[in-house]
């Protein structure tokens, strides 16, 4: 149990083009999800929080008109990297947390989504 | 290129041998602590977790141990295997209203045939 999926795996873009990226929980319901980026050879660093239904809490020095999450349902967020330039490639990865058994206390990661963009 | 930034320390075993991955924690009030295993290209992957009040917890080949005293955190892997070469995370999860996690900075485990 406990399985988060992320699409695309992978994404090649042109400068200028926006860039969804789903997060689902596939088999619990995620009251919150959390966007993470990831450099080469670097721990992962938080952008956002969401919360099912509502606004998503950015960290400092994330741009959350460039970086919109969506957290529509239970099982789903969305993150759409807005006017993508060279800058913004990076591994992308989602985790999810639940309100029951293990899930409640755990955030289980999606296997990432590695964003190129030229 | 690559992004300037820290490099992570890197742990190199002998195939067969015992590993010992350790973590200094940051936050007293911490009261749950997780291990992550992240593989090449691959999203962190739980291995195991641990709470304040228990200073030992075993796992399947992995031994987790924990020190308040000095907030640290190790994770022993026995007879370690060509497949637990990774990167591996501790977290230290504070418990409060933001469920968010505070990451160590990893630990290149390198396995040598």
């Known amino acids: 149990g406990a399985v988060v999926s992320q699409h695309p795996s992978w994404v090649i873009c042109k400068s200028g083009t926006s860039v969804k990226i789903e997060c689902r929980s596939l088999?619990?319901?995620?009251?919150?999800m959390f966007w993470y980026r990831q450099f080469p050879k670097q721990s992962l660093m938080l952008m956002a929080t969401?919360?099912?239904?509502?606004?998503?809490?950015?960290e400092q020095g994330v741009e959350k008109d460039k970086f919109l999450i969506n957290h529509a349902s239970l099982t789903l967020s969305t993150l759409t990297v807005t006017s993508a330039h060279p800058e913004d490639s990076s591994f992308y990865i989602c985790?999810?947390?639940?309100?029951?058994?293990?899930?409640?206390?755990?955030?289980?990661f999606g296997p990432g989504t590695r964003l190129l963009v030229l | 290129g690559e992004s300037v930034g820290l490099h992570l320390p890197t742990l190199s075993v002998q195939e067969g041998d015992n590993s010992i991955i350790n973590c200094a924690y940051s936050?007293?009030?911490?009261?749950?602590f997780i291990w992550y295993k992240q593989e090449s290209g691959k999203g962190p992957q739980f291995i195991i977790d641990?709470?304040?009040n228990m200073d030992k917890r075993q796992g399947q080949r992995v031994t987790v141990l924990l020190n308040k005293t000095v907030k640290h955190l190790s994770l022993q892997i026995a007879a370690t295997q060509p497949g637990d070469s990774a990167v591996y995370f501790c977290?230290?999860?504070?418990?409060?209203?933001?469920?968010?996690?505070?990451w160590g900075a990893g630990t290149k485990l390198i396995i040598k045939p």
């Open positions: 985790s999810a947390r639940g309100t029951s058994g293990d899930t409640q206390e755990t955030q289980y």
């Open positions: 088999d619990f319901q995620a009251t919150t």
């Open positions: 969401s919360n099912e239904g509502s606004k998503a809490t950015y």
């Open positions: 936050n007293s009030a911490s009261d749950y």
């Open positions: 641990i709470r304040s």
């Open positions: 977290a230290e999860d504070p418990m409060d209203s933001n469920y968010q996690l505070i």
